[in-house]
């Protein structure tokens, strides 16, 4: 089996360490309590839950105290933002997350404009994104935020760059786009609509992949040499792989071996002897994500009155 490998990947495990550190340090200068974290999981998703226990143990790790709320599905909407009435209150709680997706019960939107904007980690309040999109960010989504950390780590330059973040979402492509807007970069936000698409990729010094499509960006849409950051995590099975990515011995033997693959939304083996610099899936925007809920937890703490 031929070996691909780009000109360079970068390591996000390697540098997640580096920022749980920092806030592991900066935790223990806070001063009285530790800085804590509460976590409302509403309904038994098994991914959530996956994600909730990843995050609990980060942030005890970090020395930030962590308190997971299991709510049952069926709760209705006022009794869920009655919980989080009590979190906003609670002067020991200094950090806020509402694990997504939520029931179809209840309204996203609402549930989460609900959060005090100073315990608002995840960075979704409207007050919090108009604080980012004015240049004075509070709490900044934790994706996003570390994929600036990511290309600051590795001293990949933003300003005068051509940027173009494929994905419009709340949580990633638009909080993307004001971080590399505020860095100086010329920025394009593509989406299903824009029209020939690859080609306005391929305009991209850095191309920001974050559409939730599996394998979706292939050679066609990458300029030689390009930066390209996969956001993208997709759990496969032959059954669901798209016809591109099965093409590749590497992801069909793993299939035969394992049954399953967790892949991004860049075909990683057809872009990666074209990209310059390329993130793997997993181990490289998944670990940041993490490590910056850690970071902004911190923050919050920093922020008592």
Do not use: W
Not at 178 to 199: E, I, Q
């Amino acid at each position: 089996m031929t070996s691909i490998v780009p000109a360079r990947l970068l390591d996000g495990a390697a540098v997640s360490k580096t920022i749980r550190q920092r806030s592991r340090e900066a935790a223990t200068l806070i001063p009285g309590l530790p800085p804590s974290l509460r976590v409302f999981l509403v309904g038994d998703n098994p991914a959530s839950q996956a994600y909730v226990a990843s995050k609990s143990k980060a942030a005890d790790e970090a020395g930030i105290r962590a308190e997971t709320r299991r709510l049952p599905a069926d709760l209705s909407a006022a009794a869920l933002l009655a919980e989080i009435a009590a979190a906003n209150a609670d002067r020991s709680v200094d950090g806020i997350l509402i694990q997504l997706p939520l029931p179809r019960l209840h309204d996203t939107a609402k549930v989460l404009d609900a959060v005090d904007p100073r315990k608002d980690v995840d960075g979704f309040h409207p007050e919090n994104v108009g604080l980012l999109h004015q240049g004075r960010p509070r709490f900044v989504p934790c994706t996003p935020a570390g994929i600036i950390e990511l290309l600051a780590a590795y001293e990949i330059p933003i300003s005068g760059r051509r940027a173009v973040v494929l994905g419009r979402s709340d949580i990633v492509g638009k909080p993307m786009a004001a971080l590399l807007t505020a860095r100086d970069a010329t920025v394009t936000v593509c989406h299903s609509k824009t029209k020939d698409l690859p080609a306005v990729c391929r305009e991209a010094d850095l191309l920001v992949a974050a559409i939730g499509r599996p394998g979706f960006v292939t050679r066609e849409f990458v300029k030689e040499g390009a930066v390209v950051v996969d956001v993208g995590i997709n759990r496969l099975t032959s059954q669901n792989a798209p016809p591109n990515l099965l093409r590749s011995e590497r992801i069909r033997r793993t299939l035969e071996e394992k049954g399953r693959i967790l892949v991004g939304d860049v075909d990683f083996d057809d872009i990666a002897p074209v990209a310059g610099t390329l993130t793997p899936v997993p181990g490289g925007v998944g670990p940041l994500t993490v490590a910056m809920l850690l970071h902004n937890t911190v923050k919050a703490a920093g922020l008592r009155s």
